[in-house]
T-cell receptor, first 109, second 115 residues
Framework: ELKVEQNPLFLSMQEGKNYTIYCNYS?????LYWYRQDPGKSLESLFV?????AVKQEGRLMASLDTKARLSTLHITAAVHDLSATYFC?????????FGAGTRLTVKP | ETGVTQSPTHLIKTRGQQVTLRCSSQ?????VSWYQQALGQGPQFIFQ???????GRGNFPPRFSGLQFPNYSSELNVNALELDDSALYLC??????????????FGSGTQLSVL
């Protein structure tokens, strides 16, 4: 059964600092997604990674995929308060999208 | 705004009742997926519809059923509600062109409470 594990589950960081969120999954897949969810809101698509070695960047966020290691990372550069949210990774297996438990990020001034 | 609308936004039901949740997909999208998100957890895949046919199903019992209409709007029906069905129900639409890896556009969800 496909399992998707994120760590850390909770992350508190200072503004201006860098950090990485990790997403491990248990079976072969080359479709990895990152989403953001603000409290009480729906999910916003951040990145779609479709091949080994894929790297995508948007503002202070950069996502990468290593399909051989079954690992994706979401790197945060010089965090700002507006990045505070819950971040989910998700893996697509034959139209079954499995989400991780989420990383709740708090960026403090 | 994603262009995906869900109704109602909130709903309270009692155990044993039936509920229908509705989703209007983003214009031009041919695929809709439904997810259940319990408080503090990641969304769990319920099922997906592509051109009015079920195209994938997660680990949910048959009392969870769905429909997709010719205009690509969709319904999620849940029969014999249980307390554990209390959750945020999200629908997401996408345009499946056959290549995979389509971006999902989520609605704001329906918060269902079962008492």
């Amino acid at each position: 059964e496909l399992k998707v594990e994120q760590n850390p589950l909770f992350l508190s960081m200072q503004e201006g600092k860098n950090y990485t969120i990790y997403c491990n999954y248990s079976t072969t897949s080359d479709r990895l997604y990152w989403y953001r969810q603000d409290p009480g809101k729906s999910l916003e698509s951040l990145f779609v990674l479709l091949s080994n070695g894929a790297v995508k960047q948007e503002g202070r966020l950069m996502a990468s995929l290593d399909t051989k290691a079954r690992l994706s990372t979401l790197h945060i550069t010089a965090a700002v308060h507006d990045l505070s949210a819950t971040y989910f990774c998700a893996v697509d297996m034959d139209n079954d999208m499995r989400f991780g438990a989420g990383t709740r990020l708090t960026v403090k001034p | 705004e994603t262009g995906v609308t869900q109704s109602p936004t909130h709903l309270i039901k009692t155990r044993g009742q039936q509920v229908t949740l509705r989703c209007s997909s983003q214009s031009g999208h041919n695929t809709v997926s439904w997810y259940q998100q319990a408080l503090g957890q990641g969304p769990q895949f319920i099922f997906q519809y592509y051109r009015e046919e079920e195209n994938g199903r997660g680990n949910f019992p048959p009392r969870f059923s769905g429909l997709q209409f010719p205009n690509y709007s969709s319904e999620l029906n849940v029969n014999a509600l249980e307390l554990d069905d209390s959750a945020l129900y999200l629908c997401a639409s996408s345009l499946d062109l056959g290549g995979g890896g389509e971006k999902l556009f989520f609605g704001s969800g329906t918060q269902l409470s079962v008492l």
